[in-house]
């Protein structure tokens, strides 16, 4: 899908294909070089972070491992609830490992600085964060982001895994809806 195929449902791009290519590349740089000679485990947080786990995944020359959580904190909407559910949880036995936990978006904050607690609460012998997106918003919350892909503003946003009631999460880009798509 891309934006030929949105009719009028697309507002505007915020970040291209070519911006997150290009900074996913200096992420994984920065990551290759931090894990250099320790073992690394990336935790996906689905459904969102598929696309930057895949592309970040690839960037990498670390043989990092990949697992994946489901938890859920949003309805329908487009708000945080603040109850965090983990729908699916890790395989893999995370004490004395270093773990990267991988997002789409931190928004309110709210979902990352549970999972990190709840992470934490197993033993790891370190947890960090990886999201591409972040919001203003998360400045409220107490919460230590090592790699950021950009910083937007307080905008709800669609693509490269980011949905709108499960719909435009594959689009190569980020950005925003028309107004009377929230309508419809
Ligand atoms: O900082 P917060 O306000 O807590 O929001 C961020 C969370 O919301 C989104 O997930 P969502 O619950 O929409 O699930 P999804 O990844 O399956 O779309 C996103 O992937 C984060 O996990
Ligand atoms: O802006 C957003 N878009 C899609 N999903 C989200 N989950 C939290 N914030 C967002």
């Avoid at 996913?24 to 920065?30: P, S």
């Avoid at 931090?34 to 592309?55: E, F, N, R, S």
């Amino acid at each position: 899908m891309d934006a030929k195929d949105m009719g009028d449902a697309l507002e505007k791009v915020l970040v291209t294909e070519e911006q997150i290519e290009a900074r996913l590349k200096e992420l994984a740089a920065e990551i290759d070089a931090d894990y250099a000679g320790k073992d690394l485990l990336l935790v996906g947080v689905l459904k969102g972070a598929v696309m930057v786990m895949a592309d970040l995944a690839r960037g990498l020359s670390h043989a990092a491992e990949m697992d994946w959580m489901a938890v859920s904190s949003y309805g329908a909407g487009t708000t945080s609830s603040g109850v965090v559910r983990i729908l699916k949880d890790l395989e893999a036995d995370i004490s004395g490992r270093n773990v990267l936990i991988v997002e789409d978006v931190i928004d309110s904050g709210l979902t990352l600085s549970w999972l990190v607690g709840n992470l934490r609460s197993r033993g790891p012998s370190s947890v960090e964060v990886c999201t591409m997106v972040r919001k203003p918003l998360a400045f409220d919350v107490d919460l230590d982001v090592k790699y950021i892909g950009f910083d937007l503003p307080n905008e709800f946003i669609v693509g490269y895994g980011l949905d709108y009631a499960e719909k435009y999460r594959n689009l190569p880009f980020i950005g925003t809806l028309a107004p009377q798509v929230y309508e419809r």
